[in-house]
């Protein structure tokens, strides 16, 4: 397989080309690393949210949209295919990069991770990137600094010349569509978790439906998951058979049911502190090649519609 990293590259060229036409702007830092807006200062768009997610994913998903309906209302969905999951998913879209230094924090995903490789993940599919280039697209509602991008290059093992940092609040378009393309990749990281083989999937679909942008960070961050658990569903293409594809959805946690705006205040806006089952979609069909087909959960159209403000 060719550097996650070079593929991720070649894309994050193709959005300095067009930037102005996507929406999106672009500045060098103090110390050479490239700060790519794609919702902070500038608006973005759908369009510059698909290229968002090739580039977190490192080409080796297919984003698309079309026009579907919450509750009657005509709203974007977006839907993502891979049939490397394991690679384009789990080694790179995967968001679990905590960007914090004194003046700057926010929640990388992209190939960058690759190049680091330290996560449970890559060891489990015996992958780490090597290459001189890396993006990663960091979701804050702040622009990286200069010691953010460092950081980057001081983990990665580039020089910060090297590092491209992809940035947008989850109040933004950009945000909104990018989260909405995460069904696949929640889908097949709770499989994971859940003790299965990651390298035994052979190809993963997601789909939910584009959170209109909030107000507020706190607000996109409830809706953006409530698109998710409650809008969301994905299609698995499996080799072996599993006695625990039912814990795939988000239906199968305790919580599900209540919005993610009222289980994080109770919790006090503590992420770590809230069930991981609950990140996943709502649905999940799972295809065991020569076997049986199997579906779990179900999806709750009025929560998201409420979340939606519809």
Not at 145 to 158: G, I, L, M, N
Not at 164 to 187: I, K, Q, W, Y
Not at 288 to 297: A, D, K, M, N, S
Request: proline share 5%.
């Amino acid at each position: 397989m060719d550097s996650l990293n070079r593929m991720a590259i070649e894309l994050v060229d193709e959005a300095l080309e067009y930037a102005e036409e996507i929406g999106i702007g672009a500045r060098e830092l103090e110390n050479d690393a490239t700060v790519l807006d794609f919702g902070v200062e500038f608006d973005g768009g759908i369009e510059a949210g698909l290229l968002a997610t090739e580039i977190q994913t490192a080409g080796l998903a297919t984003p698309g949209r079309d026009l579907d309906e919450v509750a009657g209302a005509p709203i974007p969905h977006v839907e993502l295919s891979t049939d490397q999951p394991a690679l384009a998913l789990l080694c790179s879209q995967k968001a679990s990069w905590e960007l914090a230094t004194d003046d700057f924090e926010g929640l990388g995903s992209g190939p960058a991770r690759a190049l680091v490789a330290e996560e449970e993940e890559f060891h489990r599919i015996g992958y780490a990137d090597v290459f001189d280039l890396t993006a990663l697209a960091v979701e804050s509602d702040q622009l990286p600094t200069e010691a953010a991008a460092e950081q980057v290059a001081d983990f990665a093992d580039v020089e910060t010349s090297g590092v491209f940092l992809l940035a947008f609040p989850t109040a933004s378009v950009v945000g909104s569509v990018t989260n909405a393309a995460r069904a696949a990749e929640l889908a097949t990281f709770r499989l994971s978790e859940l003790g299965y083989d990651p390298l035994d999937i052979v190809s993963a679909t997601g789909r939910a439906p584009v959170a209109p942008v909030a107000e507020d960070e706190r607000t996109a961050i409830a809706r953006t998951n409530d698109a998710m658990a409650y809008g969301g569903t994905a299609h698995l293409v499996v080799r072996e058979e599993f006695d625990r594809f039912d814990e795939i959805p988000s239906t199968a946690a305790d919580d599900h049911g209540r919005p993610f705006g009222e289980l994080f205040d109770d919790l006090e806006w503590d992420f770590s502190e809230v069930p991981a089952e609950l990140f996943a979609p709502a649905k999940v069909t799972v295809d065991v090649l020569g076997g049986p087909t199997h579906v779990f959960g179900e999806t709750d159209e009025e929560l998201v519609a409420e979340s939606f403000g519809l």
